[in-house]
Structures are given as C-alpha cells and as structure tokens.
C-alpha cells in the first residue's frame, strides 16, 4: 500500500502526462460542428473537396446537394463535417445525419454522400457553408489519413424592382378639353 506521500507525486505524473496526450475529436460516426478540420488524422495529402452548392440561392427553395472527397489517401475510407449558417437541412442520404446547422458522416465507409438544403428566407442575405472532408486507410489509427476544409459563399437572389408600366390608355374627353373641365383615365 502506498503512503500518502507517494500518492502526490505519481498523481502529478499522470496528470502530466495526460496534459500531452493528444485531444480526441473525430469519431468514427461522424463530428458535427467540426468543419474547421479533423485534426486528429494526419499523415498525407488532402483530398479535393467536391460540391455543388449554388453560387446563388433562391429563399425557401430547396437543393439536392452532393458531396465528395476525391484524392488524398487510397482507400474508401472517409468522412465529412458540414456546417451551413443558414437554411435547414432534410432527406439525408445513406450515412448522414444532422444536428442543427451541422451534418456529418455516420459511418467511416464512403466518401460521398447526399443530403438536401434548404434555402432561407427572403432577406436572409449571404450564407456561409464550411466543409471539412478526410480520406483515411482504414487501418483504425489516426496515421496515414489525410483532410482539408473549404469555406463557400451563397448569395441571396434578390429580384429586381420594375417599375409599372400600362397599356390601351384613353383619356376623354379628347384633345380638345377646355380649361377645368374633368378628365377621364381608362
């Protein structure tokens, strides 16, 4: 049995060693709110991050998006963290899910996926999206893997303002209206 003595210093030792041991952010089932990056993987290039989001939106009109990694490590490995600032997600594709105004990926075995966005309402202005995507080997380490992230802008159509025009006007009496006499618009 240890004395109390003892039991401080093996204590600090721990807890030391537990300050330099790396943070844990992914998970197998997906990250939400991780779009900055999936910093505990690491070990190669980037994939290219593919998507087609619109460049404008239309309020309240809704997108089937795709996303995709394409690159980086071989394998079939990987994994996505989204997050969109505004707008609302529906109709997840085969591994997704979402919480909020982030998605993610539920299982480590695809590299696209497909989910359905959204627009906000008029006069929401510009959205933000942010994507992180990871290509991994698959061997259940954080080695070997690699990620890169992407921010987008998404502006609101606004649709112009056109001023009235009319057609077929007559005014009587004819051109030959005296002074104060009432005119008639049809």
């Not at 490995?77 to 993610?104: D, R």
Request: hydrophobic share 30%; proline share 5%; charged share 10%.
């Amino acid at each position: 049995m240890l004395g109390g003595k003892a039991r401080l210093p093996i204590f600090l030792v721990v807890l030391l060693m537990l300050s330099f041991a790396p943070s844990i952010e992914g998970k197998e089932t997906g990250k939400q709110n991780s779009s900055s990056g999936c910093t505990c993987h690491y070990g190669g290039a980037g994939p290219t991050i593919n998507h087609n989001f619109p460049a404008t939106y239309n309020p309240g009109q809704s997108y089937a998006i795709q996303l995709s990694a394409s690159g980086g490590i071989t394998g079939s490995y990987g994994g996505f963290s989204l997050n969109v600032s505004k707008g609302s997600y529906s109709n997840p594709g085969t591994g997704v899910s979402f919480s909020g105004t982030s998605a993610s990926h539920t299982n480590p075995n695809s590299r696209s996926w497909t989910l359905e966005w959204t627009a906000p309402a008029e006069g929401s202005g510009t959205v933000s999206v942010a994507l992180a995507m990871l290509t991994a080997n698959g061997n259940g380490a954080n080695t070997g893997d690699a990620w890169s992230t992407t921010t987008y802008s998404i502006t609101e159509t606004v649709v112009a303002n056109e001023a009235p025009s009319v057609s077929q006007v007559e005014i009587s009496p004819d051109s030959t209206a005296k002074v104060n006499e009432d005119l008639v618009l049809s």
